[in-house]
Nanobody, 121 residues
Framework: QLVESGGDSVQAGGSLRLSCAASAYTYMRYCLAWFRQSPGKEREGVAYITSYATTRYADSVKGRFTISKDNAKNTLYLQMNFLKPEDTAMYYC?????????????????WGQGTQVTVSS
């Protein structure tokens, strides 16, 4: 089970931190990731973190977003800085097990319900 929170409406240039609380079983899966989806667009990968804390980011967020996790709280985070209007989307956390992690939607089979981020110019 995955439950996102922290979405909000902010102005361009602002910051937000998203959280994703996971059940113990889900949190231990090898790949934990953030995805986002805007109306009329396909869901896209934003960042992932492996059980060994290896991370990868989509080019569009590199240098602005940071994915992290807190093992004591079974919680995944996404720190988003220097937000742009094009970051506006529903943000989802997801989990996958086994194999190399990726930012491909098809790899993930455990999803949260999403949290809305809106960035105004």
């Amino acid at each position: 089970q995955l439950v996102e929170s922290g979405g909000d409406s902010v102005q361009a240039g602002g910051s937000l931190r998203l959280s994703c609380a996971a059940s113990a079983y889900t949190y231990m899966r090898y790949c934990l990731a953030w995805f986002r989806q805007s109306p009329g667009k396909e869901r896209e990968g934003v960042a992932y973190i492996t059980s060994y804390a290896t991370t990868r980011y989509a080019d569009s967020v590199k240098g602005r977003f940071t994915i992290s996790k807190d093992n004591a709280k079974n919680t995944l985070y996404l720190q988003m800085n220097f937000l742009k209007p094009e970051d506006t989307a529903m943000y989802y956390c997801a989990a996958a097990g086994g194999g190399a992690c990726s930012l491909n939607v098809w790899q993930y089979d455990d999803w949260g319900q999403g949290t809305q981020v809106t960035v105004s110019s």
